[in-house]
């Protein structure tokens, strides 16, 4: 079964555990890592301004830590290191599902 990664990014702080996590188990520099954290908003509306939003894409580079980088329970780094746990990793049907019920997420496919 195929593998992704599902992020609430409701609970996301933008703290960039997830990129550091990655770029240091895989000796890269942070803008090369599997994952990236992007900065949206704010926004200006005719009702004021929106909440900023911060929310982690993952890149070509991730290869979900199976080149050894995984944490001792088998979680890629970013997963196992985010701080407001809001990245999960597992089958997509069952992420699909999750996201279904809780649309203030993201699902990313990962070809690893």
Not at 21 to 40: F, K, M, R, W, Y
Not at 69 to 79: I, K, L, R, S
Not at 87 to 93: L, T
Request: hydrophobic letters at 35%.
């Amino acid at each position: 079964m195929k593998k992704a990664v599902l992020v609430d990014y409701y609970y996301c702080t933008g703290c960039h555990t997830c990129e550091i996590a990655c770029a240091v188990s895989h000796d890269l520099p942070t803008e090369q890592a599997g994952v990236v954290l992007n900065h949206i908003g704010p926004w200006e509306s005719s009702r004021g301004p929106w909440q900023d939003d911060y929310l982690p894409f993952w890149t070509k580079n991730c290869d979900l830590c199976q080149g050894g980088q995984a944490a001792h329970d088998g979680t890629p780094m970013c997963v196992h290191h985010c701080q407001a746990q809001c990245i999960k990793m597992g089958e997509v049907d069952e992420l699909a599902r999750e996201l279904a019920e809780r649309p203030n997420q993201a699902l990313y496919l990962i070809e690893a």
